[in-house]
């Protein structure tokens, strides 16, 4: 069973261009929702997360959009850059539970052609 | 600035064989936590600590054992490797327990059992 879905698998956008990842969640006490980018041969690491009582997160050419009432959220990256080549996951948590546990999405390969 | 330093970085067993995976960190974090990244599934918990001398079960634990002895290291056990257990292991760790947290992870471990 799969708490978090994110859409697509693989991703190619041209330079310039908008990438945008789709995640949804089935979980209502989730209220914790960071994007993890992974270069390859690296660990993730943390690009940018929103909480529920927020409907959009910007931090330079990297924007969340969360839409509660729907359980989903997405990034969308501006002027994408052969730089932002990498994979992306979503993931999810609940502050409740005080453990730190990330439920993460399937990722998305995401590949910016020059 | 080493932060989160996994060993070994690639392993191949055979099956049946055992295996410890090492991970230190030396950000004095108190949470820690090995995941298992295989293609298609994103990350996956395997187990996780939230301070010295603790250990739970994530979403797959089965076929895997963990310890805790000291705060900067968490030990990930396989005792009779099998070839489901292929994959790449990723160990991290957070200051915290409850959302809003950053979790750093380490370059991960490739393991392939034959």
């Known amino acids: 069973q799969q708490q978090v879905k994110q859409s697509p698998q693989s991703l190619i956008v041209q330079k310039g261009g908008i990438s945008i990842i789709n995640c949804a969640y089935e979980?209502?006490?989730?209220?914790?929702f960071p994007w993890y980018q992974q270069f390859p041969g690296k660990g993730p690491a943390l690009l940018i997360a929103?909480?529920?009582?927020?409907s959009e997160k910007k931090e330079g050419r990297f924007t969340i959009s969360f839409n509660k009432s729907a359980k989903q959220f997405s990034l969308h990256i501006m002027d994408s850059q052969p730089g932002d080549s990498a994979t992306y996951f979503c993931?999810?948590?609940?502050?409740?539970?005080?453990?730190?546990?990330?439920?993460f999405g399937q990722g998305t390969t995401l590949q910016v052609k020059p | 600035n080493a932060g989160v330093t996994q060993t070994p970085k690639f392993r191949v067993l055979k099956t049946g064989q055992s295996m410890t995976l090492l991970c230190a960190q030396d950000?004095?974090?108190?949470?820690m936590y090995w995941y298992r990244q295989d293609p298609g599934m994103g990350l996956r918990l395997i187990h996780y600590?939230?301070?010295?001398?603790?250990?739970a079960k994530g979403e797959v634990p089965d076929g895997y054992n963990v310890s805790r002895l000291k705060k900067q290291n968490f030990l990930l056990g396989l005792e009779s490797a099998a070839p489901s257990q292929t994959s790449v292991y990723f160990c991290?760790?957070?200051?915290?327990?409850?959302?809003?947290?950053?979790?750093?992870f380490g370059q991960g471990t490739r393991l392939t059992v034959v």
């Open positions: 950000m004095n974090h108190e949470y």
């Open positions: 991290a760790s957070s200051p915290i327990g409850g959302a809003n947290t950053e979790a750093f």
């Open positions: 929103i909480r529920p009582d927020v």
């Open positions: 993931a999810a948590t609940t502050d409740s539970s005080n453990t730190g546990k990330l439920i």
């Open positions: 600590s939230v301070g010295e001398g603790t250990t």
């Open positions: 979980n209502t006490a989730f209220d914790y």
